[in-house]
């Protein structure tokens, strides 16, 4: 006889029948035994990923890849979504924000989604490797300047998260006052904390950006969007910068943390210097966006035989699929980390780029750094969506800072030289608006002023 699947230990849906949650504690520090028990329900599971918001989660790799390679029948407009068209979602809800409808190309589908894909694709071709890793080196070095004398830091806190923010900012041509406010928008809007303000703050902020490059353009890519002749709007230009300042803040400073705690807790990456491996790992056992990927279905179908409802919230477990394969010892170039199909991730490159950069810069300068506590001891951020810790403290011997790099002349610099047009919105002030923020030291660090 059958032995039925149990869930994990401090599931709330232990022997109920009820959804699973995402959103708790015990999901977050152990998800992968809920993958594992969510793959002997079938090839989807019933969640919850805040409260009152009820999705379908497919759990299984070939479902998923089906599922993300059939645009026709799964559609990523989530102004399909049944449940907020009837008003059964709070309007404070702190997923909104990740999965409210935005004019980008992440919530389009068909002939708008190729016009603002490729706009993407290639504003993001102009900028070179060479250029993304100076700028990346420039960032790391910054970084690794506040704490290098300690013999201490939170890698996670005090280099992984603000990486590639930094980078960001500098590649989008973002001068010091809006980019404090991008960063803490950003930031509000992933941790679900007044997620609502956060996202505004960050709209307006991309707002402000976008007034001041249509009257000063420059050598960044929200100029290249710009005159791209895809001809955004400002709206559309707007929410394509929240989503690449979105996606290149939180989810790739998580992949640089998880890759770091795959590089200390497994010691022939570290010792043999094997960042590119450490990464692929980490991609395949701790992806930095577990579990999204939103999708409608247009009508009622099913997913590998599993029945859903058209307008039904689908999200695609990366966290999952990939777990099912690495049991399996499949090949680490599978993975779904990136996503698949239309919508796959249209910026892998210059991620991965920056997150082999970020890893090297780091072992290069305190090569002897190692995990200040023990592995299991470590706290995973409670979240649907995001796998990413809580802290991630690590010791070393204490290095003097080493004297900031002469800036290259760029237009970049030159254009924060001009205040932003009089018709730019302004965006609500930010908590500790009027001190100088984490983008306006970087900002007079790298310009010695």
């Given amino acids: 006889m059958t032995t039925p699947p149990v869930p994990p230990p401090g599931c709330p849906a232990h022997g109920s029948g009820q959804r699973i949650p995402l959103d708790t504690p015990e999901f977050a520090a152990n998800p992968h035994a809920y993958y ?99 700028i990346v080196n420039q960032a790391a070095q910054f970084l690794i300047n506040q704490f290098s004398a300690r013999g201490s830091a939170d890698l996670l806190r005090d280099y992984a998260q603000q990486l590639p923010l930094y980078v960001f900012n500098e590649l989008f041509g973002c001068p010091a006052e809006i980019g404090d406010r991008v960063l803490f928008g950003i930031s509000g809007m992933f941790d679900g904390v007044n997620a609502e303000q956060a996202s505004q703050v960050l709209l307006e902020a991309v707002g402000e950006l976008v007034a001041l490059k249509r009257a000063h353009p420059g050598e960044d890519i929200t100029s290249y969007l710009m005159q791209h002749p895809a001809q955004l709007t400002d709206e559309e230009l707007a929410h394509t910068l929240v989503l690449l300042l979105g996606a290149g803040g939180e989810p790739e400073g998580n992949l640089i943390g998880n890759a770091f705690y795959t590089m200390l807790t497994v010691e022939e990456y570290a010792r043999n210097g094997q960042f590119d491996k450490a990464l692929d790992d980490t991609l395949w056992r701790n992806a930095p966006m577990a579990n999204y990927a939103p999708h409608y279905p247009v009508a009622d179908t099913d997913v590998a035989g599993d029945k859903v409802r058209a307008g039904e919230l689908l999200l695609v477990s990366f966290g999952a699929a990939n777990t099912a394969l690495a049991d399996q010892g499949a090949d680490t170039r599978g993975h779904l980390a990136w996503s698949a199909g239309p919508h796959a991730c249209p910026s892998k490159e210059p991620a991965r780029l920056i997150a082999l950069t970020g890893l090297e810069a780091l072992f290069n300068a305190l090569p002897d750094v190692e995990l200040a506590v023990p592995a299991n001891s470590l706290a995973w951020r409670p979240g649907p969506f995001n796998r990413a810790l809580a802290s991630l403290p690590v010791r070393f011997g204490a290095v003097t800072p080493r004297p900031a790099p002469a800036p290259e002349p760029s237009e970049r610099h030159r254009d924060q030289a001009h205040p932003p047009v009089a018709s730019a919105p302004v965006a609500p002030q930010a908590p500790g608006a009027g001190k100088p923020g984490r983008w306006s030291s970087f900002m007079r660090w790298l310009t010695g002023q």
């Fill in 36 to 134: 594992r028990y969510m793959h002997q329900l079938g090839p989807t599971a019933p969640v919850t990923i805040a409260p009152g918001v009820e999705a379908t989660l497919v759990t299984d790799y070939s479902a998923a890849l089906e599922l993300l390679q059939d645009p026709t029948t799964f559609r990523k407009d989530s102004r399909r979504w049944r449940a907020l068209n009837e008003g059964h979602i709070r309007s404070d809800s702190p997923v909104l924000p990740l999965l409210s409808y935005r004019p980008n190309c992440m919530f389009t589908d068909g002939a708008e989604h190729v016009r603002l894909r490729q706009a993407i694709t290639e504003s993001l071709a102009r900028v070179s490797n060479s250029r993304l890793s100076r």
